[in-house]
């Protein structure tokens, strides 16, 4: 059974710039959710998606978005790069009320 | 406000030396509380799913038991392979809320 795949791996982008990153979950979770990981803030919550809407959202700002396509996979966008976005960002999905699976993350380093 | 609080930030053990980490949460509600795993560059893994106090699962030399206000993560014996940092997660029938983690070294 596959698991959570995220791409890219890694990512190298220039203040200003946008990036959007992707996560195929498990098949027949329909509930994905998006972390952002650095060492000083832990993991912290940016949104979780649930059969195309948005369930939850955490705080941070309108630069970041999500989205979730009927077959489940999910796009995370972040607009006008900042150095503090460089992170490393999860994606993870479930089934019903279980515990999250994630993926390998998308290590992105902002210039 | 903190939801979910792990004890202690780090620890070093040496290999063979039995210890305990803790989450302590503040939920008004506990639908489960999580325990993962995480290695360097990569996605926690999952390890356990406790729903109700009283309740412990195991798994090698790891064992998981929950109170009302707290989690325990028991490590046995542990060997170097069991240096990573340990989560502790709780969903309050809302939301995911993760604790800061709990840097385990054990020294051969």
């Known amino acids: 059974k596959a698991g959570v795949t995220q791409t890219p791996r890694y990512l190298i982008k220039t203040r200003g710039q946008q990036v959007t990153l992707s996560c195929s979950p498990i098949?027949?979770?329909?509930?994905v959710s998006w972390y952002q990981q650095t060492p000083g803030q832990g993991l912290q919550f940016l949104f979780e998606?649930?059969?195309?809407?948005?369930?939850n959202k955490g705080n941070f700002p309108g630069r970041f978005s999500g989205r979730q396509f009927s077959n489940s996979r999910s796009e995370m966008n972040v607009s006008t790069l900042e150095l503090g976005d460089s992170a490393l960002y999860l994606c993870?999905?479930?089934?019903?009320?279980?515990?999250?699976?994630f993926g390998s993350g998308t290590r992105l380093t902002v210039v | 406000e903190d939801q979910v609080t792990q004890s202690p930030e780090a620890l070093r053990l040496q290999e063979g030396e039995s210890s305990s980490l803790n989450c302590s949460y503040t939920v008004s509600g506990l639908r489960g509380l999580f325990w993962y795993r995480q290695d360097p560059g990569k996605g926690p893994e999952f390890l356990f799913t406790?729903?109700?106090a009283g309740e412990e699962k195991e798994k090698e030399r790891l064992k998981a038991t929950l109170t009302k206000k707290e989690s325990f993560l028991h490590i046995t014996a542990p060997k170097p392979e069991d240096s990573a940092t340990y989560l502790c997660a709780v969903d309050d029938f809302n939301k995911f809320y993760f604790g800061s983690g709990t840097k385990l070294n054990v020294k051969p």
């Open positions: 993870a999905s479930r089934v019903n009320d279980y515990g999250y699976t």
């Open positions: 406790l729903y109700s």
């Open positions: 998606y649930f059969s195309e809407t948005q369930r």
């Open positions: 098949s027949g979770h329909r509930s």
